[in-house]
């Protein structure tokens, strides 16, 4: 009789283990299908000349060059413009604000704030940072836009990161006559830097991916060169595959999946990064 | 509460340098709606060491934080009535709260290191506050280790991480810590609750020689410490509604041989808390 209740309640645990474990592996499927699948489609394109040279015949032909520069220069924008707001601002809301109906209005901003479709921000960037402040379609603009979305991700990793030091290392400090804002830079920063980057860093390697906010504020196909200034237009990874996906007729698949890896690399690449700051740093703690 | 207070024969220091360090009139606190202290008042004289015991949560941490105003810290807190460092009020809204940290030091219970070098940690303050030459740093970080009785222990590894060091060591190095920033006053909150016997002696010894230059201030939960290494022993108690009053407080033999109150007597044989 206890044996075979036993062996009931072993069954019912290894049916739920089994779910569990299919529900796991269900998940993770899409990703490595995708890699898989983009690798065998596009390593093909992937030679010397298509990532150093221009493009030519509406992308057909040549390489991609310019839009994986322009990526970069995206990304390196997005990084200037929203890590140090960012952080400033996760400092003043963990640190500083009261428990406020202000403070409770800017929390409840930041949640909404991603949430917001990228093509609104894409509209944002173009009456506000295209018309209202002039930058033309520019990579500048492109940079403020990205930067505003992933401002949500950057202040609240950056949040995290602060909560996470312990209350006793800035009471230890306070309480030998440090200001709050020495405790901050000389204690509390310090210990947070790791979890900062590596938001900020999954932050922009999202940013690198977007198509719709770039789209109208500054991405173009086809360049003849090379952005020399912020204000000039711009190619982009996302944006390129978009267009020889969607408008280029006749398009070699291998061309338009040899795209798609590119960007592929570039995105995940950084996410890599970011997984190898949080377990390097995880290591030292221990 | 009229309390006249006699050092212990064992007790070398001149008693005429031993004045009011800190004196505490009508102090109530509350947190939100919910008052933690009632009507404490006490006056805890300099060069000594001054134990504050009681049962958990009878507020004796929080008396405790009001000296360095560490309460600040917490939301919704708020103190009625007067502190007095050497006569000055520290609930004065005119008083430079860090400048008052700097006077009044504070160990925790928990062994605090920064994670940083044994050399970093004692020269963190001193660096704050303004001082940038190197060779004087050094000199404050010997000083306060040997102060701390550390610097044997630590002299051949200064650049080591705090944090590898032993539960006992680590908490003399927090110790070493306050120090450097030539404190008037040392809070002790529970300073050995986490340390085995062996590193809590070295502590209780540490704060007798202390007590020489400093007034420090005590709370433990460990009525053989506070009557080990106390001059003045403060108890305190919750009453029905949770708020923590001053019972007695008297000087620590006293307090311990021949308790005034009925309540001091059952706490320190053993028949509650």
């Given at each position: ?286 | ?10 007790n ?35 060069c000594s060491i001054t134990a504050i ?52 030091g504070?160990v ?39 102060q701390a009785a550390l ?17 006992g060591?680590?908490q003399r190095?927090c110790i070493a810590?306050v120090l ?5 006053v040392i809070l002790m909150d529970e300073p050995c609750?986490?340390l085995?016997?062996?590193a809590t002696l070295r502590i209780e010894d540490l704060m007798r020689s202390l007590a020489e230059d400093y007034t420090i201030i005590i709370v433990t939960?460990n009525?053989?410490q506070a009557a080990r290494v106390s001059d003045t ?19 620590t ?21």
């Amino acid at each position: 009789m206890r044996i075979s209740r036993f062996d009931s309640r072993r069954i019912s645990q290894r049916t739920a283990f089994t779910f569990l474990a299919l529900a796991a592996v269900i998940s993770i499927t899409p990703v490595i299908f995708i890699i898989i699948y983009t690798i065998t489609k596009g390593a093909g394109a992937i030679t010397w000349d298509f990532i150093t040279q221009f493009p030519s015949q509406a992308g057909k032909a040549g390489g991609i060059l310019p839009a994986i520069i322009g990526t970069f220069y995206l990304m390196f924008g997005t990084l200037l413009f929203s890590l140090p707001v960012g952080v400033l601002a996760g400092i003043y809301l963990t640190e500083y604000a009261r428990d406020n109906w202000l403070t409770r209005l800017i929390n409840l901003a930041i949640v909404n704030l991603a949430g917001v479709p990228s093509i609104v921000f894409g509209l944002f960037g173009l009456s506000v940072f295209v018309l209202a402040f002039h930058f033309g379609l520019s990579l500048l603009a492109a940079s403020l836009t990205l930067a505003a979305q992933a401002l949500a991700m950057v202040i609240t990793t950056s949040r995290e990161a602060i909560l996470a030091v312990p209350r006793e290392y800035r009471e230890g400090s306070l309480a030998i006559g440090v200001t709050r804002w020495q405790t901050v830079r000389n204690i509390v920063l310090p210990q947070a830097m790791p979890g900062i980057i590596t938001g900020a860093v999954l932050a922009i390697s999202r940013a690198a991916g977007e198509t719709a906010p770039i789209l109208v504020v500054g991405a173009a196909f086809l360049l003849p060169g090379l952005p020399h200034s912020p204000l000039d237009q711009f190619m982009a990874l996302p944006y390129h595959l978009y267009t020889v996906a969607a408008h280029v007729p006749n398009m070699p698949e291998t061309t338009m999946w040899g795209v798609a890896l590119v960007l592929l690399i570039v995105v995940l690449s950084f996410d890599v990064l970011a997984a190898a700051i949080r377990i390097k740093t995880r290591q030292r703690k221990t | 509460m009229d309390i006249n207070i006699t050092l212990p024969e064992n007790n070398t220091r001149p008693a005429e340098k031993c004045v009011t360090k800190l004196m505490v009139e009508q102090i109530n606190l509350y947190y939100g709606d919910f008052q933690a202290l009632r009507d404490i008042t006490l006056d805890i004289p300099s060069c000594s060491i001054t134990a504050i015991i009681g049962p958990s949560g009878c507020g004796k941490s929080s008396l405790l934080r009001l000296f360095n105003r560490m309460n600040d810290l917490i939301h919704g807190a708020r103190v009625e009535g007067n502190i007095e460092l050497d006569g000055i009020p520290v609930y004065d809204s005119k008083i430079d709260v860090v400048e008052l940290r700097k006077r009044v030091g504070m160990v925790f219970q928990k062994p605090n290191p920064f994670p940083m070098s044994v050399f970093e940690n004692v020269a963190y303050g001193p660096r704050r506050h303004g001082i940038k030459n190197r060779g004087k740093l050094a000199e404050i970080v010997e000083q306060s280790l040997h102060q701390a009785a550390l610097w044997d222990e630590v002299k051949d590894k200064l650049g080591q991480s705090g944090l590898a060091l032993s539960g006992g060591q680590q908490q003399r190095l927090c110790i070493a810590r306050v120090l450097a920033v030539e404190p008037e006053v040392i809070l002790m909150d529970e300073p050995c609750s986490a340390l085995d016997p062996v590193a809590t002696l070295r502590i209780e010894d540490l704060m007798r020689s202390l007590a020489e230059d400093y007034t420090i201030i005590i709370v433990t939960h460990n009525m053989q410490q506070a009557a080990r290494v106390s001059d003045t022993a403060a108890f305190m108690m919750m009453e029905p509604d949770r708020a923590g009053v001053l019972v007695e407080y008297g000087p620590t033999a006293q307090l311990f041989t021949n308790p005034r109150d009925k309540r001091t007597e059952d706490y320190i044989t053993g028949r509650f808390g």
